[in-house]
């Protein structure tokens, strides 16, 4: 494992990109709600994307886009999702293109669109034509955080994070910004992240490295299969740095900036767990020894997505039972009669059943701020790990009102 | 459809079963903890169990003894699952299953068992043994009321519901009773289910029966593959009403009695959906229209199990947006352009978009006890119904300290 320097700043941390936030009144009034991310130069772009049959306007604007690998700019609005909105919200998803390449003096096909917010309204486009206006003209090399807020939608905390490592020589840096919160499913609340890099990168590997990176982060806290109309992990790259271009997934230059992307991802990724809606406490389960890595992953993200498991976290209540039995239902095979289970530093069960273990110790590693779960297959060689949050009364409370 | 008439009481309904229940200390002083189920004469016998890779002992028990398609006593306790202790879990089940059998005086293998309540502690056999003799020297034709209160753990409400016609010019009664409950994930408490039959049937058709009646009912509230370590449905049918043998799935006789056995169920998996743990409020989802049967229950299946619908139910808002969505990740094919959505008899969505539909209208149909849901896909004519409940603070309370 390559050591990488954490350094300031979100999407605006690597050379040439600037970004804004402002407000427009989107769903509230003063609450930042348009982002604007600009490259200076051409980038390589990747992205993924919800696998939701309903996808939402951005994502099939989109998806169509990136065909080409090529971006320069995004734009994102909070407070409506641009979802179920028929060729209207299409249209509306052109319009915020086409006015962002209009002010920045680029082609509409290199601008990509995001939104977050309640599906089904249809955008108000009488304000979000303006934002734009506005965001672009506040363009910035330390308007990414203001981006960050922006994006934000029950987000409790503004979520950003950038590394910085050597590569042929140059200084390379990685950063992106996160939103998502909704976590009781950990998949079901929309999810979006923008990753921004001066490293000189093909878009072939671009996208390769990326599907890697989400597999073992945004994907760990969000089930497969199992997203909102409007997830979307995109990536631009505008080869600032001066690497010589990465074009070969062989190759260890490609190798470094895929940890250093996978890095960013899994500290985007907790943190958004972190700030599940009501959450009270990070959860992590790990899972090791298991015969395949889909069987670690099943297994992990199971249990990380337990209602019962993460009521019994908020409750501090050491029901182990729990974590078998979501085990056992997620799909992995392993043998019950061989499973391990610690919390944090405590063994609370060995070849499948339990132990006296010293309930006051399991408690007290139920109270902390990161509860660690540790599930031993004793099959193999194989781990995978998974983020999720408690499940707390304040989750019901926001969901229970969220449209209105 | 034949009508069929609903007559009072449970397990007992039927011609030739007597039930008890009894306190016997298992968890809590003065609760009913152990019933017993008994026919007089043999039966055949079937059941359908949990997928979970987890299997609690008596579960494993009853799947090898049920090989042989008869049985004629069920005994259940509730307050310790008996799952995850291992061999001597085994060992507990088959005393439990040798002690009901010796005070009976029938063959140890003609009894089944069946466990709920906390994973992996060791059973109190001191207690339990005990009980299962109070339970059988109680037996009586008046006890299935009794025997459906000491399978009840975090219920509410007491379950069971019988109907009677007649068949072969005899009078045949299907009766059963159920527990259940923890259903923000339908699947993941322990559901059990226990229905007695004077019919005479095949062991196979009885098999068969069964297993179609369980999926449009309890495998509608209870996803397929995500299950406790507990669940099972058993059924034991002995004949007494004289009706001849029903041998063949393709005869009319069975088609009237399948359709008995699932009026049976689907009353019990209501009721099971109703009394989710904290819930205020049933929720009833139909698919209609789907390209195939699959794709429906997929749907219905996903959206009552949206935790996010299951919040916006609880409060009173109608958020269609996350009915689509719920739709969308749930695995079901279909044309998002075309989907038309109902709350009640108001219209929320048509070919996929939002309708302006009446606010209040839509607010007082979520006001309601029962909250009904209509998706028409409108592509083709394949149609399924699940069952949940909403999501409440009162779920999180209970289950954030359900173990201590």
């Known amino acids: 494992m ?23 009144g989107v769903k509230y009034k003063g609450k930042k709600d348009i982002a604007v991310i600009y490259s200076e130069c051409d980038a390589a772009a990747a992205g993924v994307f919800t696998t939701n049959v309903v996808k939402a306007a951005p994502v099939i604007l989109n998806m169509e886009r990136l065909t080409s690998g090529r971006a320069r700019a995004v734009v ?3 407070g409506n999702a641009n979802a179920c909105n028929g060729d209207r919200g299409m249209a509306d998803a052109r319009a915020m293109a086409e006015e962002a390449a209009r002010l920045l003096g680029i082609p509409g096909e290199a601008v990509l669109v995001a939104s977050t ?16 206006g506005s965001a672009v003209a506040n363009l910035s090399r330390a308007g990414g955080t203001d981006a960050a807020e922006a ?6 905390e503004l979520k950003q994070h950038a590394v910085s490592f050597c590569l042929d020589g140059k200084r390379v840096t990685v950063g992106g910004m996160a939103k998502g919160s909704g976590m009781i499913h950990p998949n079901m609340a929309t999810m979006l992240c923008f990753v921004t890099t001066d490293a000189a990168i093909s878009p072939a590997c671009l996208k390769e490295c990326l599907a890697g990176a989400v597999d073992r982060s945004f994907n760990m806290v969000t089930v497969d299969g199992d997203t909102s109309t409007n997830d979307m992990v995109v990536a631009l790259a505008n080869g600032m740095a001066g690497n010589r271009e990465i074009g070969d997934m062989g190759e260890d230059g490609c190798r470094v900036f895929r940890e250093a992307l996978t890095e960013v991802c899994v500290a985007l990724a907790k943190a958004v767990a972190r700030d599940g809606e009501g959450a009270t406490k990070l959860i992590e389960v790990r899972v090791v020894n298991a015969p395949e890595e889909r069987d670690a992953r099943l297994a992990a993200r199971g249990v990380a997505a337990s209602s019962l498991f993460k009521a019994a976290v908020f409750g501090e209540d050491a ?20 499973v391990d289970i610690y919390l944090g530093d405590v063994q609370v069960a060995r070849d499948g059943e339990g132990l006296a273990f010293d309930e006051e110790k399991a408690a007290s590693v139920l109270a902390q701020k990161e509860v660690r779960v540790l599930i031993d297959f004793k099959e193999g060689d194989h781990e995978a790990t998974a983020w999720g949050c408690d499940l707390t009364y304040e989750y019901v409370k926001i969901n229970g009102s969220y449209r209105t």
């Open 2 to 24: 390559v050591k990488f320097e954490a350094v300031p700043g979100g999407v605006t941390a690597a050379v040439g990109f600037t970004a804004s936030g402002v407000a427009a």
């Open 76 to 78: 994102v609005n909070s």
């Open 117 to 132: 917010g309640v599906i089904g309204q249809p955008m108000p486009m009488d304000r979000i034509i303006p934002g734009i």
């Open 151 to 156: 994006i934000m939608t029950t987000d409790t």
């Open 319 to 338: 029901n182990w039972g729990r974590i078998i039995c979501a085990a056992g239902y997620s799909g992995a095979r392993f043998n019950p009669r061989a």
